[in-house]
């Protein structure tokens, strides 16, 4: 979790983007055309900059993504659940391939939130790292939707829809009290009148009447307009409606 002077380093990776900062800080934001680019860019950055750092890498929504683990009669540990979370992530997620999956804390019988990122793209990571001159540790590893949904809650904890634009998608999250009732990532989406109108149809879907949701995207081209939010990680390229 965020935790106030931490010296870490925010590293957003995503198949558009890459972008480092530290607290409110933007130390570098640039574009790339594919993941193994922004993974290159990162390592090239770290070897000229920090010679040792602790990292908190936050992936991109179409590298990271949400979905719901339906309560299922007969699971009754973590284990079992874990199970079944890796048995649907790839149909409810659209990614192929070996994953590597987290379920939310609940109440047993209960469906919950869940997000599932290719092993492949976690391997590639740590074989950069590994790859790169000096040492770093790698301190969490997470979507920088969940991140921007915890800024949000934190302040407005009835917000009963929250979308999160960054470089290569878009996240739609529904529910209330940090329960949700639906959760979807759209990708890929680099623009934002794509954004927009793929926007537009999930909140008519979710039956969520206008500006009833807190809209927030990444800015990778430049620093965010409007205020700089302590608190949030690279909250120098964060736009938000909140």
Not at 187 to 194: A, F, G, K, V, Y
């Amino acid at each position: 979790m965020w935790s106030v002077g931490s010296k870490a380093l925010d590293v957003y990776l995503g198949t558009r983007a890459l972008v480092i900062g530290r607290g409110v800080e933007l130390l570098h934001s640039a574009g790339v055309t594919e993941f193994e680019e922004a993974l290159e860019a990162l390592k090239a950055w770290l070897e000229a900059f920090t010679p040792g750092q602790k990292l908190r890498v936050w992936l991109s929504g179409a590298l990271c993504r949400p979905f719901i683990v339906p309560a299922v009669d007969g699971v009754s540990t973590r284990d079992e659940l874990n199970r079944v979370a890796l048995a649907l992530a790839p149909q409810q997620t659209g990614l192929v391939g070996a994953c590597r999956v987290w379920v939310d804390v609940g109440p047993r019988g209960t469906p919950l939130a869940a997000v599932a990122v290719p092993q492949d793209v976690i391997d590639r990571l740590y074989a950069t790292l590994a790859a790169a001159k000096g040492r770093r540790v790698v301190v969490s590893i997470r979507p920088w939707w969940s991140e921007v949904l915890r800024h949000v809650l934190a302040q407005r904890p009835a917000t009963p829809a929250i979308s999160v634009q960054d470089c290569d998608s878009l996240t739609f999250l529904v529910g209330s009290g940090g329960r949700f009732e639906s959760v979807a990532t759209y990708s890929p989406i680099t623009d934002h009148e794509t954004a927009r109108s793929a926007l537009a149809r999930a909140l008519l879907s979710a039956d969520i009447g206008p500006g009833e949701e807190v809209r927030c995207r990444l800015e990778v081209q430049g620093v965010a307009r409007g205020q700089v939010r302590a608190g949030v990680a690279l909250a120098a390229v964060l736009e938000s409606t909140q």
